[in-house]
């Protein structure tokens, strides 16, 4: 790449992502021992005054650039090169390749054996990457711009219904983590992507129905959702489901006074 082109959106997405798999990456190695003096020493670095909750905002703050650049045609490509199939990222990166498909490479029948040789023998030498230590803040965050670009390109029924999912699998993933020996702990770099997807799907249920109140069923989930969040520590989530909970009374009030102020007027 010469110095007068630029990067695309796409690599600089998956830059990002890249970057984030390293932090927490030698941060587990860091914690498991690792004998490799450059890892432990990034990981110190890192470590002094972090941890995978604070790393995972400082990321999404340094990051917010390439998400305003990022298409669904990108989190689509991210998701199928950097999310493995066969892990536990799986449900989120098939929702996003729906998203976008990725098209189908043209096969042709005139290759020789030796280009097909070739083809087979450059298929193994480029691997994918997948990401390991970031995987389930990966997934939890390209479907958290997936729904913002959704959002913006008004299709909020859609943006709400992925947002149910995302939620439903990120509080999954810490339900499994809170099975392990270490506790709930060990899922604290997806607290502030829980909040961001709570904070998204207000924003897109919003849309939906302006001036939306929230069915009993509703705010039990969100009275649910917040006793969970104090429990296990959580003061990103349990910030922005107050803020939603409140702004969901302070309209169900603002709508009785409209209502009684007409009561008074027409009759």
Same mark, same amino acid.
């Given at each position: ?14 830059? +990002?992502?890249?970057?984030?798999? =390293?932090? &927490?990456?030698? #941060? ?5 021992? /690792?004998?490799? !003096? ?48 066969? +892990?536990?990222?799986?449900?989120? =990166?098939? &929702?996003?390749? #729906? ?5 189908? /490479?043209?096969? !042709? ?66 339900? /499994? ?91």
């Amino acid at each position: 790449m010469t110095e007068t082109e630029e990067i695309s959106s796409q690599e600089k997405l998956v830059q +990002a992502v890249n970057r984030l798999e =390293r932090t &927490l990456a030698s #941060q587990a190695a860091f914690k498991s021992g /690792e004998k490799d !003096t450059d890892a432990v020493i990034e990981a110190a670095t890192t470590l002094i005054h972090s941890n995978p909750s604070k790393i995972v905002k400082r990321w999404l703050a340094t990051s917010s650039g390439t998400a305003s650049e990022a298409t669904l045609a990108d989190v689509s490509f991210v998701a199928k090169t950097k999310l493995n199939p066969m +892990a536990n990222s799986a449900m989120g =990166r098939d &929702l996003l390749m #729906q998203l976008s498909p990725q098209p189908e /490479e043209m096969q !042709t029948e005139v290759d020789t054996d030796a280009d097909a040789d070739a083809g087979v023998d450059a298929a193994e030498e480029v691997q994918p990457k997948y990401v390991k230590a970031a995987s389930r803040e990966v997934e939890s965050y390209l479907l958290s711009l997936a729904i913002r670009l959704l959002w913006r390109q008004n299709e909020a029924a859609k943006a709400l219904d992925l947002s149910k999912k995302a939620l439903q699998i990120t509080t999954l993933h810490m339900e /499994e983590a809170s099975r392990n020996t270490y506790g709930v702990g060990k899922a604290n770099g997806l607290y502030p992507l829980l909040a961001r997807l709570y904070r998204y799907q207000s924003l897109v249920a919003e849309v939906c129905s302006p001036g939306f109140h929230l069915e009993q069923a509703q705010r039990g989930e969100l009275v649910n959702a917040h006793r969970m969040a104090v429990i296990r520590r959580d003061v990103d989530t349990q910030a922005t489901l107050l803020n939603i909970m409140l702004k969901d009374l302070l309209n169900a009030n603002q709508g009785t006074i409209e209502f009684v102020l007409n009561q008074l007027l027409f009759h």
